[in-house]
């Protein structure tokens, strides 16, 4: 699976980003996605996740009622609605395709896009 992350960009505070994570290959809907971000100096860290139906989502506690994961399978597209964003919402923001729903953790996903910039401003 290769992964093209896009929709990043400069906001302001109280502002919304919707990201799109587009997905080639035949077998997008026979993984679980999540979508993960580093901030500058700190290590990249979890968000959200969603499994094979889009029927069951995780959130990061620090998102919870701001972000919406979602996907359609029928266009091999994730997405990330993130509202109400925060300055500290800042960081590259990276999809990534994986087997076990619901996890967490960045071993447990194999494949990786790279990222896209979200800005945040105050």
């Known amino acids: 699976v290769q992964l093209q992350a896009s929709g990043g960009g400069l906001v302001q505070a109280g502002g919304s980003l919707r990201l799109s994570c587009a997905a080639s290959?035949?077998?997008?809907?026979?993984?679980?996605m999540g979508w993960f971000r580093q901030a500058p100096g700190k290590e990249r860290e979890f968000v959200a996740a969603?499994?094979?139906?889009?029927?069951?989502?995780y959130y990061a506690e620090f998102v919870k009622g701001r972000f919406t994961i979602s996907r359609d399978n029928a266009k091999n597209t994730l997405y990330l609605q993130m509202n109400s964003l925060k300055p500290e919402d800042t960081a590259v923001f990276s999809c990534?395709?994986?087997?076990?729903?619901?996890?967490?953790?960045?071993?447990?996903?194999?494949?990786w896009g790279q990222g896209t910039q979200v800005t945040v401003s105050s």
């Open positions: 969603i499994n094979r139906s889009g029927g069951s989502t």
């Open positions: 290959g035949p077998t997008f809907s026979s993984n679980v």
């Open positions: 990534a395709a994986g087997r076990r729903v619901g996890a967490r953790s960045l071993s447990e996903y194999e494949y």
